[in-house]
């Protein structure tokens, strides 16, 4: 069965400090990827994808992603993290079953920032 | 644009009472829907997901359903909760056709069950 891995469960940052975020994901066939995140009170939201081509995905707020296939991994980065950055990131892949896509997420990793 | 309701936002609930969440989305036509339970460290759970009215396909047995009586709708239901069932539960949409359509989430339903 699909799993994703996420390695670290909580983590905790000072401002400025570089991070990235571990995402292992178990699925032989062709992938699409996700980083969703989860700010404090506020709905999940998509932070960055891979499809296909370039494996360096950039998405909002400076955060970066890096497929790498033969490891079967998609970290999250960011050089410099802010306070506001403090909140729930889900790595996710996506796989297609009777008709509908569907995302399997990973436990989460909660990120805080201290200022 | 498009935009996804859950109702209620909380909910304090007993042991062996009924339980009914809904989830409508707005904007788009036809959608795929997604019911997932999230639990603290234990990332999202996918319930439920549906391609089209009536059409309700289970990801875990449990002791919840799922219906969809119109195209933009999508209730959760129990007839009696369980201690198990407490969660935040999160309605999802997505576009259909290729996979690289993202999930759209709601804004999630806390249940607390007693």
């Known amino acids: 069965a699909q799993s994703v891995s996420q390695h670290n469960h909580h983590v905790i940052l000072s401002e400025a400090a570089s991070l990235e975020l571990g995402c292992n994901y178990s699925y032989g066939g062709t992938v699409n990827l996700f980083w969703y995140v989860q700010y404090p009170g506020q709905h999940l939201q998509l932070l960055l994808k891979?499809?296909?081509?370039?494996?360096l995905v950039k998405g909002i707020k400076g955060f970066e992603a890096e497929f790498i296939k033969s490891k079967f991994s998609f970290n999250l980065r960011k050089p410099s993290v802010q306070w506001s950055d403090t909140a729930e990131y889900f790595c996710?892949?996506?796989?297609?079953?009777?008709?509908?896509?569907?995302?399997?997420f990973g436990k989460g990793t909660k990120l805080s920032v201290i200022p | 644009s498009q935009t996804i309701h859950q109702w209620p936002a909380t909910l304090v609930q007993p042991v062996g009472s009924p339980l009914s969440l809904e989830c409508t989305v707005e904007?788009?036509?036809?959608?795929?829907l997604y019911w997932y339970r999230q639990a603290a460290g234990r990332g999202l759970q996918l319930l439920f997901y549906?391609?089209?009215?009536?059409?309700i396909s289970s990801e875990v047995p449990q002791n919840l359903s799922a219906s969809r009586p119109q195209d933009r709708q999508f209730i959760l239901s129990s007839k009696k909760l369980l201690l198990s069932d407490s969660g935040f539960y999160l309605c999802?949409?997505?576009?259909?056709?290729?996979?690289?359509?993202?999930?759209?989430f709601g804004p999630g339903t806390r249940l607390t069950v007693t």
């Open positions: 999802a949409w997505t576009e259909k056709g290729i996979s690289t359509y993202e999930q759209y």
């Open positions: 891979y499809f296909s081509g370039d494996p």
């Open positions: 549906s391609v089209g009215i009536g059409q």
């Open positions: 996710a892949v996506n796989r297609q079953k009777a008709g509908s896509y569907q995302l399997t």
């Open positions: 904007g788009t036509s036809n959608p795929n």
